[in-house]
């Protein structure tokens, strides 16, 4: 019989029990309930154009990197120039 107790909690898991629940976190990215329960299957993903807005959501509790590491976040993750930056604020 396997132990409850030592199951390991899905980082979507724990990012809809920071944003309130599934059904929460499912409208906060635009999609179904169901959507997200899916991404939690074996053999499924959740589509890393979602990630960055669930590491907004949970305010850092649930990172990109837990939930696509096989998505190379550390380039997104580059620090900005001050050219940039006024590049950016110009537009």
Do not use: F, N, Y
């Not at 649930?62 to 940039?84: H, I, K, S, Y």
Request: include cysteine.
């Amino acid at each position: 019989m396997e132990d409850s107790s030592a199951r390991i909690e899905h980082p979507l898991e724990r990012a809809a029990r920071v944003v309130g629940s599934q059904v929460a976190l499912a409208a906060a990215l635009g999609v179904t309930k169901a959507a997200v329960g899916q991404w939690k299957d074996p053999g499924r993903r959740v589509p890393a154009e979602h990630c960055p807005q669930i590491e907004r959501l949970t305010a850092g509790a649930v990172r990109c990197e837990e939930l696509r590491p096989d998505v190379q976040w550390g380039v997104l993750r580059e620090p900005t120039t001050a050219a940039t930056e006024g590049a950016r604020d110009a537009a």
